[in-house]
């Protein structure tokens, strides 16, 4: 399976329901950038609710090539995100494991969104030592031939039962830090799966 995907910030569960099946991966680098949505937003679990955590960008017009997207470091939100992370995780059960990779993206400034993203993404597919052809797009199609188009279908206004397929998988509850405070909140962060299920998560996305 070959699937087109937009570049996602710790992207949740649905993006990495398909990452895990597809045999090419391309990562869409053409398209304009779009305001809110998960190419800058991450969602985790905080002791309060489900949280969003966004980056700041910098936009130098109307439309932007997501490929020509710079981070914005004028307020300190790696610091802001990462203590977010610490005090939703730190009482996970595989947080020790993973703590320091994860905490090396907020260490030190990356220009670009594109670039960020996607070392966050060859991350993960180490730790759940995964091998996985990632590609990015060669110009902009709007109906592209031969693969699964998700750039649009993986969006924080969509609901996941839209995609029945992804649905039934990402429903399955799983421990979660603060399950005793909250209904399975589906559909977070890999980081929240990855914190909670260390290398089980495979196991969890692949099973139907």
Do not use: C
């Not at 995907?5 to 991966?25: G, K, Q």
């Amino acid at each position: 399976m070959k699937v087109l995907l937009s570049t996602a910030y710790w992207p949740n569960l649905h993006y990495f329901f398909y990452v895990l099946r597809a045999d090419e991966i391309i990562i869409e680098q053409f398209e304009n950038y779009q305001k809110q949505s998960f190419r800058n937003r991450t969602q985790i679990l905080s002791a309060n609710r489900p949280l969003d955590l966004s980056i700041p960008v910098h936009k130098n017009g109307l439309k932007e090539l997501v490929k020509d997207l710079h981070i914005s470091y004028q307020e300190n939100w790696q610091i802001r995100h990462w203590r977010a992370i610490i005090s939703a995780y730190r009482n996970s059960p595989y947080f020790d494991y993973f703590e320091a990779e994860i905490e090396d993206f907020y260490l030190q400034p990356v220009s670009h969104l594109l670039d960020y993203n996607t070392k966050q993404l060859h991350l993960i597919l180490k730790i759940l030592k995964l091998k996985k052809n990632i590609q990015f797009s060669a110009d902009y199609e709007h109906a592209p031939e031969h693969v699964i188009d998700l750039r649009n279908s993986i969006h924080p206004k969509l609901d996941l039962n839209s995609d029945l397929l992804a649905a039934h998988t990402l429903a399955k509850p799983y421990y979660q830090t603060f399950e005793s405070k909250f209904a399975f909140a589906p559909n977070l962060s890999i980081l929240d799966l990855l914190f909670n299920k260390g290398l089980e998560a495979v196991e969890y996305l692949l099973e139907k």
